[in-house]
């Protein structure tokens, strides 16, 4: 009887650690909301400095996607200037923008977040994490960076 109990609290740990591990590999998703532009800020569930990565925002008005909207994100390291990196966002559906970037280094990062639409301006602050370490200066060179990691032809 002691072996089938220990059978099962094994079973039930295995599936808890699978339901866990499982819960990581989920894109980090975040939304903040002042009662006027609802914006969430999405990222793949793993962001790697050196690799081109695709980032998503959905801004939404009272539950309706915002169509009509001009988004900036401005991706800066917390505790270090890399100077200008980011993207403008595209609008690949009603409220969906998404856009590309390449992190110079992992490390703590914060997403701001630019909305403009019509004469309503609202930024939001987003806080990730990237893996990886610094990027080589040819590594930078062919990403379209900067030596001090800053974007080389920003569009924003």
Known sequence: ML????????V?????????CSANEKEQSVSQND????VTFTTP???EAGKKTEYTVHVSRNGNPVA???????????????GLNGFRGKMTESG???????????????AYVKVKRGSEKVTKRFEFKAEGGMMSPEELEKSGLHENGSLKNPDF
């Open 3 to 10: 072996g089938v109990k220990k059978i099962g609290w094994s």
């Open 12 to 20: 039930l740990l295995s599936l808890f650690v699978l339901v866990a």
């Open 35 to 38: 009662g006027g532009l609802q």
């Open 45 to 47: 569930k793993k962001v």
């Open 68 to 82: 009509d909207a001009e988004v900036i994100v401005h991706l800066e390291m917390a505790d270090m200037d890399h």
């Open 96 to 110: 969906v923008y998404k856009g590309q970037a390449v992190l110079p280094m992992g490390g703590d990062w914060i």
